[in-house]
């Protein structure tokens, strides 16, 4: 409950943002309940990728399960199979523009999609963009979780809000508090669970599309300096991590 320790302990704030203790105030965070409705039918959990095209240090070219996509598709199953938490997996690709790679627009073409399989499917609690981090090539994130070499993830927070400008009117995001709750439930359970597996929450003043829903969630999984192997068995922790939080 204490402000200082929570923000040394579970975060990192992006130089251009800021956090106070209204906005990471544990108790408030802690005590909203991240529980899916399962009494109801239909998918509960979307993941996606505004950033499709990231792979991983022994990617196979063309072989799509070893890319952050087939890393959705793993975590699809686990969640639909191993979890029985109904989940569906859209592969849009909103960073590639006439053949070539180019990430200036992501956010923004995907935003129309994700929300018409939104409302398409309003039994949807959970949105999940699954990303890949980009880190120097000397470093590698990885930790010896049950025994088996693990890619490390991070959560990551937009805030709608910068140091210089205050709150950004023209991305607004009615769930702010909801996703900080989400992702420090997560980042609890998975360090209770499974400790070394989460890098520290990041902070940063850009909404990322995390509007959509209160449980929506941006996951920097690993690293292009991590193996296909560590990003698949990172995949399993992360599921089962989900599921505490949302169903156990």
């Known amino acids: 409950m204490n402000y200082e320790y929570l923000l040394g302990t579970f975060y990192t704030v992006d130089s251009s943002t800021m956090a106070d203790p209204e906005l990471l105030n544990a108790q408030v965070l802690l005590e909203k309940n991240m529980k899916i409705d399962q009494s ?7 993941i996606y990728h505004t950033h499709s095209q990231e792979a991983f240090a022994d990617s196979v070219p063309g072989d799509e399960s070893t890319t952050i996509v087939g890393m959705g598709n793993l975590l699809t199953d686990l969640l639909n199979d191993t979890y029985k938490i109904e989940t569906i997996h859209h592969k849009g690709v909103y960073d590639m523009v006439d053949g070539k790679l180019d990430r200036s627009m992501a956010y923004d073409l995907a935003e129309p999609e994700i929300q018409k399989i939104l ?5 949807i609690e959970v949105v999940i963009d ?27 927070n937009g805030l709608s809000r910068t140091k210089a400008n205050g709150n950004i009117g023209y991305l607004p995001n009615p769930y702010i508090e909801d996703n900080l709750a989400f992702s420090l439930q997560l980042q609890i359970a998975a360090a209770n669970k499974f400790p ?7 902070l940063r003043g850009y909404r990322y599309n995390m509007h959509f829903k ?6 920097e999984a690993g690293a292009q300096t991590n193996t296909v192997g560590e990003m ?3 995949m399993e922790i992360l599921a089962d991590t989900l599921n505490t939080v949302l169903a156990e």
């Open 196 to 202: 070394g597996f989460t890098r520290h929450i990041y």
């Open 119 to 123: 409302n398409d499917n309003p039994s």
């Open 130 to 156: 699954l990303h890949r981090d980009g880190v120097a090539e000397g470093t590698h994130l990885a930790a010896q979780i049950k025994g088996k070499p693990t890619a490390q993830i991070m959560f990551f």
């Open 232 to 234: 698949r068995n990172a």
């Open 214 to 219: 209160p449980k929506t969630l941006l996951v």
């Open 40 to 46: 109801k039918k239909g998918p509960k959990v979307l």
